[in-house]
């Protein structure tokens, strides 16, 4: 087929979103289920008018200038773009098209999904059935802390924070604490928030949720430090970025006990090595970035990221459903 090139950066992308580019373009597509290594995707970018890429997928000023001044658009089907140099992105006037808000409802759902996986010891619980340990019903083994009269509080409260909030009032949580640049009007009114700083929500919550996005600033914002002022039975999870996490400072917090436990959608690196010290840990929980895995939720995005390029190439980049703002 002749016509625009587009170039899509996995192979598994869900046909909701691929047929439709398949209908209309020339489409490159990398072939094998491991990331495309850099070296490839430097070489098959060249020559094409739009990228469908995934957060994996580092696109800098190196990628840019491989691909020719003849691309217009890169659409990640993701929310977060930290993995997009968008600088580089602005100075060559190329549009940006992400998913948010489409994923919310599945990363809220995976984070509530893992309060309760931490705080009630699930996991171990399975893992002690077959192993044996259960002999007998018993007043005191397996405890954890429940949600009920708790305070949470949530580190970055944007569409994903404010949708943990909501499903949390269901528990019975007492109050819920959050840190952002703005007061939430709808998390006072709505959720019985509190806008509180970073060292604050720290030290009066009983369980600590990050749904911040990774930002200069943000990187490494919960260090040796942050899990100092943090009660000793906190349980921490974290459903934005690995990089949000001093990993080792985490490491240690939870090995002396200077907080309780932690779940863990996202780490550094990914995939997490088979060795490392987080997946010796009883009170951790980790996962494997799952957050919008629900078919559904990647349907959707597939298609979304789809649209954002057909929308450019199609000459109306004000009809894509979600452009990232570069001025």
């Given at each position: 087929?002749?016509?625009?090139?587009?170039?899509?950066?996995?192979?598994?992308?869900?046909?909701?979103?691929?047929?439709?580019?398949?209908?209309?373009?020339?489409?490159?597509?990398?072939?094998?289920?491991?990331?495309?290594?850099?070296?490839?995707?430097?070489?098959?970018?060249?020559?094409?008018?739009?990228?469908?890429?995934?957060?994996?997928?580092?696109?800098?000023?190196?990628?840019?200038?491989?691909?020719?001044?003849?691309?217009?658009?890169?659409?990640?089907?993701?929310?977060?773009?930290?993995?997009?140099?968008?600088?580089?992105?602005?100075?060559?006037?190329?549009k940006v098209g992400y998913t948010p808000e489409v994923l919310t409802e599945a990363t809220a759902e995976l984070i509530v999904g893992l309060l309760l996986t931490t705080s009630r010891n699930l996991l171990q619980a399975n893992r002690a059935i077959y192993k044996g340990e259960w002999k007998s019903w018993s007043p005191v083994w397996m405890c954890g802390?429940?949600?009920?009269?708790?305070?949470?509080?949530?580190?970055?409260?944007?569409?994903?924070?404010?949708?943990?909030?909501?499903?949390?009032?269901?528990?019975?949580?007492?109050?819920?604490?959050?840190?952002?640049?703005?007061?939430?009007?709808?998390?006072?009114?709505?959720?019985?928030?509190?806008?509180?700083?970073?060292?604050?929500?720290?030290?009066?919550?009983?369980?600590?949720?990050?749904?911040?996005?990774?930002?200069?600033?943000?990187?490494?914002?919960?260090?040796?430090?942050?899990?100092?002022?943090?009660?000793?039975?906190?349980?921490?999870?974290?459903?934005?970025?690995?990089?949000?996490?001093?990993?080792?400072?985490?490491?240690?917090?939870?090995?002396?006990?200077?907080?309780?436990?932690?779940?863990?959608?996202?780490?550094?690196?990914?995939?997490?090595?088979?060795?490392?010290?987080?997946?010796?840990?009883?009170?951790?929980?980790?996962?494997?970035?799952?957050?919008?895995?629900?078919?559904?939720?990647?349907?959707?995005?597939?298609?979304?990221?789809?649209?954002?390029?057909?929308?450019?190439?199609?000459?109306?980049?004000?009809?894509?459903?979600?452009?990232?703002?570069?001025?």
């Open positions: 087929m002749s016509g625009p090139k587009v170039l899509v950066t996995r192979p598994d992308i869900p046909v909701a979103g691929l047929h439709l580019l398949r209908e209309r373009y020339q489409i490159t597509l990398w072939d094998k289920q491991e990331p495309i290594p850099r070296s490839e995707l430097l070489s098959r970018i060249r020559g094409a008018d739009a990228l469908f890429c995934v957060l994996t997928d580092k696109i800098d000023d190196e990628i840019l200038e491989a691909a020719g001044p003849q691309l217009k658009v890169v659409a990640s089907m993701s929310v977060g773009v930290d993995h997009l140099d968008l600088n580089a992105l602005r100075k060559r006037g190329v802390t429940g949600l009920s009269e708790k305070t949470v509080g949530i580190v970055g409260l944007g569409r994903i924070g404010v949708r943990v909030a909501e499903i949390l009032k269901s528990f019975n949580v007492a109050k819920i604490l959050y840190t952002s640049r703005t007061v939430k009007s709808e998390a006072s009114e709505l959720l019985n928030g509190e806008r509180v700083e970073f060292h604050e929500l720290l030290e009066n919550s009983d369980f600590v949720v990050a749904t911040v996005a990774l930002t200069p600033e943000t990187r490494h914002m919960f260090n040796a430090r942050a899990f100092e002022r943090m009660k000793r039975t906190a349980i921490f999870v974290n459903g934005s970025r690995g990089d949000v996490v001093d990993q080792d400072a985490l490491i240690s917090a939870l090995k002396n006990g200077t907080i309780a436990a932690a779940g863990l959608d996202v780490m550094t690196p990914e995939p997490i090595p088979l060795d490392s010290q987080l997946l010796q840990l009883d009170n951790c929980v980790v996962l494997p970035h799952i957050g919008s895995a629900t078919k559904e939720t990647r349907d959707e995005m597939a298609r979304i990221t789809a649209r954002n390029i057909m929308a450019v190439l199609d000459g109306t980049p004000e009809k894509m459903p979600a452009q990232i703002n570069l001025t």
